[in-house]
């Protein structure tokens, strides 16, 4: 079992940056693959980022790719989201989310939601232009 918390998220203009953070606890976090995913209103979910269990893999969607970064801390059970240069249509739900292996490790991340196990409550993002 994993619970997950974001935090980090709030109102930012256009064209700044802001880091979400999510806090896991268990003591296999370390073998966990990792996301991140969002919902904008009136939208389904969508993939933003993901990462494998040592940080040595990600993967990000078109949408984010060259603005986001998605890193995690192993001895902190932490995984973050660093989103630079953000646009109105980066405003959503954010959601982390965790995807239990199904051998030792996660090795490869994943995009697709049904991978997820595990979901945060989510935090806001508000992007102002």
Same mark, same amino acid.
């Given at each position: 079992?994993?619970?997950? $918390?974001?935090?980090?998220?709030?109102?930012?203009?256009? +064209? +700044?940056?802001?880091?979400?953070?999510? @806090?896991?606890?268990?003591?296999?976090?370390?073998?966990?693959?990792?996301?991140?995913?969002?919902? @904008?209103? +009136?939208?389904?979910?969508?993939? $933003? %980022?993901?990462?494998?269990?040592?940080?040595?893999?990600?993967?990000? @969607?078109?949408?984010?790719? +060259?603005?986001?970064?998605?890193?995690?801390?192993?001895?902190?059970?932490? $995984?973050?989201?660093?989103?630079?240069? $953000?646009?109105?249509?980066?405003? %959503?739900?954010?959601?982390? %989310? %965790?995807?239990?292996?199904?051998?030792?490790?996660?090795?490869?991340?994943? @995009?697709?939601?049904?991978?997820?196990?595990?979901?945060?409550?989510?935090?806001?993002?508000?992007?102002?232009?």
């Amino acid at each position: 079992q994993v619970h997950l $918390v974001e935090s980090g998220g709030g109102l930012v203009q256009a +064209g +700044g940056s802001l880091r979400l953070s999510c @806090a896991a606890s268990g003591r296999t976090f370390n073998s966990y693959g990792m996301g991140w995913f969002r919902q @904008a209103p +009136g939208k389904e979910r969508e993939f $933003v %980022a993901s990462i494998n269990w040592s940080g040595s893999s990600t993967k990000y @969607a078109d949408s984010v790719k +060259g603005r986001f970064t998605i890193s995690r801390d192993n001895a902190k059970n932490t $995984v973050y989201l660093q989103m630079n240069r $953000v646009q109105p249509e980066d405003t %959503a739900v954010y959601y982390c %989310a %965790a995807d239990p292996p199904s051998g030792l490790r996660v090795a490869v991340p994943s @995009a697709r939601e049904t991978s997820y196990e595990y979901w945060g409550q989510g935090t806001q993002v508000t992007v102002s232009s």
